[in-house]
């Protein structure tokens, strides 16, 4: 049985209790009446395709791969003589939290190899993060690190019968 009160007070607030119950119903009827709700990525602006850029200088690899390259990716375009293979390899090589251009850690264990005078330098900016880093072919892990960024940097593992 329904007990009707008649104190100000309980009318007040039974009344605020109805007014918003009523005020989220109307909008929730509202958005299902409209679709389905479809979340979408923001479109994509001109300064988004300015944000990976990378300027790769490249010397001493003795097989006329020397220069300095512009690349950008997504999309791809620039001078690099390898533009979709470069972005693809930076593409694999990134991920969340890490940083794709990260030197050899301190106290790594490598191997006493020299991979030749080779020597890169990259600049720019990738993933949204400014890029200054620089390569050499010194030993095994610097070696591996390069071979990380190749077609961004030029292949120079020995080529043909050894």
Known sequence: MLQVTRSPRRLARLLVVAATA???VVPAAAYAAAG????????VQDEDGAGDHLTVTVRHTGNGMDGTYELHCHPGSGDHPDIAGACDALDRGTRWGKD??????EGSVCTMQYGGPATAHVTGTWAGRPVDASYDRSDGCEIARWGRLVPLLPDLRPQGPV
């Not at 389905?36 to 479109?43: D, H, I, Q, R």
């Open 36 to 43: 389905p709700l479809v979340l979408a990525p923001p479109p």
């Open 22 to 24: 009523a005020s989220s």
């Open 100 to 105: 794709t251009f990260a030197p050899v850690p």
